[in-house]
Structure formats: structure tokens, C-alpha cells
């Protein structure tokens, strides 16, 4: 048994909904639809963010695939998300490594792969989802010494912030484990698992990223507005300049801004929240500069920061700060109880949005605390 | 033709022989792969359960390193809980129901203390050593404190209405609060080890506990935690003490409520 699978983690509270049309761009982009779309779908944005942040499709050209799925690993293991780690122990056994192989990467995942360069990717990423302290560029300088390149760099931090971004939406949504848990030990797969190996590896050689002129469904750019500087935390997007990367997550951000479920108001509150518990400054003095455009002014949002309470807040801000300051370090099963009573109060569409901002919010702010240090 | 059934045959003794050898080495491997396995189970789950009571980075520093790990500064706030009068009450007590009422004290404010994010570092006889902040950074420290003494406060209350129905005097517990720098890490020797802060900040925080007896109050708090405080807390200013082991005389503060109106969060949802 995977250790992982001893943490405690509660029912999953959603009630799934399925929604045809994202199901079937999961089956185009992804080639296979995952099962958690149907929890997540009562808000589009998140649901579609399932798929466009997922790593095949943020054309990470610098790493080595075999590495991205030692880095989901690493992360979900930091997060002690079940669901994510169940999703990685799967394609890692399908690949071919052995139960055994991965219960010694959980053991000491930085010392237990071959090489130093990819040591030294481990430890940065598990460095920058636990972000205590939040990573620098002391962080950074081994990756350079170990050979990674500016874009790799880049490329590496996008991953973890994405993974930890995932890692904290299956939590606080308790999306079920049973049967991904159990998927490596199905004979079934045992059996087609050289299969699906050839399959897996066949597909991973093809381009990555979105492809040419599938504009559609994802622009290979983000547009201008979305792109420009005035656009919630294109600041610590934009070092990852004119990459698929960037514009998916641009895009996300944008959606998530735009998605009529909550005000921008209580969105900024909690982009804001988390950056404090961070301790990302860039993240606060963004928030600042939404809020502010929000109707609520520097000492307002100084007295709401500095103790999470304010009679300016409605009950919806209030629940949601209350929220947002859990979901940088937390232990699953109680965070998914207060998830659960946040879900029973505002509704299963308002609560993913919350989530699935809180989430953004942690990924947003590593990133830009990784990206924008100086190196 | 013999010859040929005698190779035959010594061939497929041979082959046999490696068979047998090669199913003993792989059962044999498999068996060596499981303890391995398990062995590694139980650490990581020794490893999660340790990570609750001591920040990850020391719990993984002490399993690779040993003890011989350094500490570390961090800005803690400190709350020390004692029983009043208690070492007159134990005299008088049954032992067994002593170690009911203790115990009984000990899991409600632990359950106040642990709600609220903070941390129980240490049980002194009767008393409680809380820490905020010195787990994951907290820059709500103060606050989740302050909350922490009004939720004891409360619990006490229930508690007390409990050991009256058996026939138990009331207890009554005075609460001292600190917030400063300390230097958290895990101290001990052998097999008696534990993580806890040490520090000026934290000799003070057990002396402002003291000083609720000469001011007759149940919970103060120092300078330091007023100044970080919600200004909804309830502080009545008392005149300054000089506390054993502190040079300059203590300005304490009573806290007395929180004045809960606005921000109000819809549904009910925990600490």
C-alpha cells in the first residue's frame, strides 16, 4: 500500500453533473476524459482549467516528461493529496515502475533518482509547494548549477505551481480516490499495461502544447486585454513571456475574474489573504491594487488583512477569508470538513469557485515569488 | 544413445536445480522487498503523525540528521495556562478522580487551543505550554491566541458545570499570553525529546500567567499582543507589576470579550 493512501480523507461531498461538451474537449486534448470534470463542472471556469492547465498542455519543451511525472508526485506527496497522487502513482506504474520503485521515491524522493539534475528539480519543487519560507533565488541557484537553463527554470516552477494548484482543488473538493487507488491492481490493466505504456510514450512524443491553429478551443496567445499588464496578476505571469504556458494561465486567471459566481471584490480578498499567509508581497500589493478598484481603500483592506475581519465584509468575503487562510498549509480531512460546511451554506457552484480560487491564488502567489525573485 | 539420455537427463536435473534456486532467490527477494516496503510505510506514517506536533522541515532535518539539528528564530506567540489553587484541591482529591478531572481539563482545552491553530507544546503538572506560529508561519498568531483563552475560558465554564454535578469543586484557570521572537527546535536527550520554543519570550509569558493571581484576572496579555490584536478584543489596562526575573515592571492587559458584530460568516463554519 502506497503511503499516501493512510491519510485520512473524507467523502466527497459534490454531487457530480455531467457536462457533454467538456467532457469531449478532455477527449480531444487530453485523450481521456477525467473523472474529476463531472464534481467541477458547476463552475466552468474550473472545470475547463482541468484541461488547460494540465502539463501536456502548457508546452513544457525543457523538461524531460519522465521528470514532470516525478515532479506531480513530489507535489501531491507535499500536499498529501490523495487524488493527485493516486493520478501519478498510476502513470508512473504503467510507465513500469514497480510498487516498490515508488515507495522509494516517497521514502526520499530527491536521493532516489538517478541523476543530480533531476535531485535537484525535486527539491526545488518541494521547496516551492511547501513555501516555508517562501522560495528565493538561493532556491533557484542549484537548478542553474545543475544545468537548468533560464526557460527550464521557468518551465519547472509553472509545473509546480500548476501541480499544487490541482493538488489543493482535489482536496478541498474530496474528489474520490477509491477507484484510481485501486486502478493499478485492476488485472485488466496489468495485463494491457505494455499497452498503454506504448500509447502513453507515443503520445507524449508528439508536439506538446496546443496545437496550430486550434484557436477555438485554445489560442496559442492570450488576447492583448488579457495579456496586458492591467490584468489580475499578469504581473507574476508575464516573466514567463510569450510561452503556451503563460497564455493558459493567463486565460485562467481571466476566467476565473470573469466568472459571474462571485464579485471581483471577494475574488481579490482571497488572492489577497493567501499572499499574506504566503507572505508574497507582490501578491498583496496586486490584491491592493484590484480592491482598491473595488471600492475598498488601503486602511479598509489593511484592518481586513491584518485580522481577517472587518464589519465591511458581507457574509459571503467573511466566509471566504475565514476559508482562504486554511488552504495554504492544511491537513486534508479538516480542511475538507470546513469545505464541506462552506459548500452546505453557499451552494456547490459558489463554493468551487472558491476553491478553485484559493487554489489559484496559492499557485499564483508561488510563482510569482519564484519568478519575480531576481536571479 | 545412453550417453545421450544420461546428458539429457543431467541437463534437466541442472536446469531444474537453477529453477528451484531462481523461485527460492525471488520468493526470497519478494519477501525482503515487502518488509522493505512496510518498513518504509511505518516511517512515513511515524513521519506524518511527528509532522503535527513539529514543523516538516525539523521532523525531516531529525530523521536525516539526528538530534544534532539546529534551531530556529521564529516569531511565536506563547500561552501559558495554570489551575489556581489545584496543588490544594489534588491533596484533597481521590487519585483516581484526580487524574479524571486533570485529563477531563486537559482534552477540552486542547480541543480551545487546537481550533484556534495553535499547538499544545508541553503539559507542566497542572499546567499548559500553547504555541501559535511556531508550526507554519502565522501572521494571525496573536489573534488565534486570543481566541484560544476566551474558547479555554468558555470550555472551563461548561466544565465546571459538569464537575459540580459530581461533587467536584470548580476549577479556575489563569491565562498569561506573549508575543516575541524564540528560538523553536527539538530539545532532549535519548529517548525523552520533544519540539518546543525557548527563550526571554517564553519566561515571560509563563511569568505574566503568574501575575493573574495579583491582579485577579483570568487571561492577560502583554504590550506585545495588544499591539497585534483585533481592536473587537475586550482590554482593560492594568497598572504595571514587576514580575520575578523582569527587570522593568510588566503593563498587562485584562482581556475581557470579543465584541463580535459584522463580518459575520454565513453558515458554521469552524475556526
Redesign the interface.
Known amino acids: 500500500m502506497a503511503p499516501l493512501e493512510a491519510i485520512e480523507w473524507e467523502e466527497c461531498f459534490l454531487e457530480a453533473v455531467e457536462d457533454s461538451s467538456v467532457k469531449r474537449l478532455a477527449r480531444e486534448r487530453l485523450g481521456v476524459a477525467p473523472s474529476a470534470l463531472a464534481y467541477l463542472s458547476p463552475c466552468p471556469w474550473l472545470a475547463r482549467s482541468w484541461i488547460d492547465l494540465h502539463p501536456s498542455q502548457l508546452g513544457l519543451v525543457h523538461l524531460d516528461p519522465d521528470l514532470e511525472d516525478l515532479v506531480a508526485l513530489a507535489v501531491s506527496q507535499d500536499n498529501s493529496c490523495r487524488y493527485c497522487y493516486a493520478v501519478s502513482r498510476t502513470m508512473l506504474r504503467i510507465l513500469g515502475l514497480s510498487d516498490e520503485r515508488i515507495m522509494r521515491l516517497n521514502e526520499d524522493l530527491p536521493g532516489s533518482r538517478s541523476g543530480g539534475r533531476s535531485r535537484a528539480a525535486l527539491v526545488f519543487a518541494k521547496r516551492m509547494s511547501h513555501a516555508d519560507p517562501l522560495p528565493s533565488q538561493m532556491d533557484v541557484l542549484p537548478l542553474r548549477e545543475a544545468g537548468y537553463g533560464e526557460e527550464a527554470v521557468n518551465e519547472l516552477a509553472c509545473l509546480v505551481a500548476v501541480c499544487t494548484y490541482f493538488n489543493r482543488v482535489a482536496t478541498f473538493a474530496a474528489l474520490p480516490t477509491a477507484d484510481l487507488e485501486a486502478l493499478p491492481e485492476k488485472t485488466v490493466v496489468k495485463i494491457c499495461r505494455p499497452i498503454l505504456a506504448f500509447f502513453v510514450r507515443r503520445r507524449r512524443r508528439r508536439p506538446r502544447g496546443p496545437r496550430p491553429g486550434d484557436t477555438a478551443h485554445h489560442p496559442p496567445r492570450p488576447p492583448a486585454d488579457v495579456a496586458s499588464a492591467e490584468a489580475p496578476f499578469a504581473c507574476a505571469i508575464a516573466p514567463l513571456g510569450d510561452t503556451p504556458a503563460a497564455a493558459a494561465l493567463c486565460r485562467v486567471v481571466d476566467a476565473a475574474w470573469r466568472s459571474p459566481l462571485l464579485p471581483a471584490r471577494a475574488k481579490a480578498l482571497t488572492f489577497a489573504i493567501v499572499g499574506k499567509a504566503l507572505g508574497c508581497e507582490q501578491s498583496q500589493l496586486e490584491a491592493r491594487r484590484l480592491l482598491a478598484g473595488n471600492g475598498l481603500g488601503r486602511t479598509e483592506v489593511t484592518e481586513i488583512l491584518a485580522h481577517l475581519s472587518s464589519p465591511l465584509l458581507d457574509p459571503v468575503e467573511a466566509s471566504l477569508v475565514a476559508f482562504a487562510r486554511e488552504t495554504v498549509w492544511y491537513q486534508p480531512a479538516q480542511i475538507q470538513r470546513k469545505a464541506r460546511h462552506l459548500a452546505a451554506a453557499m451552494g456547490q457552484a459558489r463554493f468551487l469557485e472558491v476553491a478553485g480560487l484559493a487554489a489559484l491564488a496559492n499557485a499564483v502567489c508561488r510563482l510569482g515569488a519564484v519568478l519575480g525573485s531576481p536571479r | 544413445m545412453r550417453l545421450g539420455w544420461i546428458f539429457c537427463a543431467a541437463a534437466g536435473a541442472l536446469a531444474l536445480f537453477f529453477f528451484a534456486r531462481d523461485l527460492r532467490c525471488g520468493r526470497h527477494l519478494r519477501r525482503l ?1 515487502r518488509r ?2 512496510e518498513a ?2 511505518e ?3 511515524l513521519q ?1 503523525s511527528f509532522a ?1 506536533f513539529a ?3 525539523i521532523v525531516e532535518k531529525v530523521i536525516a540528521d539526528g538530534l544534532a539539528t539546529g534551531g530556529e528564530q521564529k516569531e511565536v506567540t506563547v500561552l501559558f495556562a495554570d489551575l489556581v489553587g489545584f496543588t490544594a484541591m489534588s491533596e484533597a482529591l481521590d487519585p483516581d478522580l484526580l487524574v479524571q478531572v486533570l485529563n477531563g481539563y486537559f482534552a477540552r482545552m486542547s480541543k480551545a487551543i487546537s481550533t484556534n491553530r495553535g499547538h499544545v507544546a508541553k503539559f507542566i503538572g497542572d499546567g499548559i505550554l500553547a504555541l501559535f506560529g511556531a508550526i ?5 498568531q496573536a ?1 488565534d491566541a486570543a481566541h484560544a483563552a476566551l474558547a479555554m475560558q468558555r470550555e472551563l465554564r461548561h466544565y465546571n458545570t459538569e464537575l459540580a454535578a459530581q461533587g467536584v469543586p470548580s476549577l479556575r484557570a489563569g491565562i498569561g499570553i506573549h508575543k516575541g521572537v524564540a528560538v523553536a527546535g527539538v530539545f532532549g536527550s535519548g529517548d525523552l525529546v520533544e519540539f518546543t520554543v525557548v527563550g526571554g519570550n517564553v519566561n515571560l509569558a509563563a511569568r505574566v500567567e503568574r501575575l493573574t493571581r495579583a491582579h485577579a484576572a483570568e487571561i492577560l496579555v502583554t504590550a506585545a499582543v495588544k499591539a497585534a ?4 478584543f475586550v482590554l482593560r489596562e492594568l497598572a504595571p507589576v514587576r514580575a520575578s526575573g523582569v527587570s522593568d515592571p510588566v503593563v498587562t492587559f485584562a482581556l475581557e470579550g470579543f465584541e463580535a ?11
Open positions: 522487498r522493505l516496503g518504509a510505510h516511517l512515513e506514517r506524518a503535527r514543523p516538516r522541515d507554519e508561519p502565522n501572521p494571525w489573534d490584536l483585533d481592536s473587537r458584530e459584522g463580518g459575520k460568516a454565513m453558515g458554521p463554519i469552524p475556526r
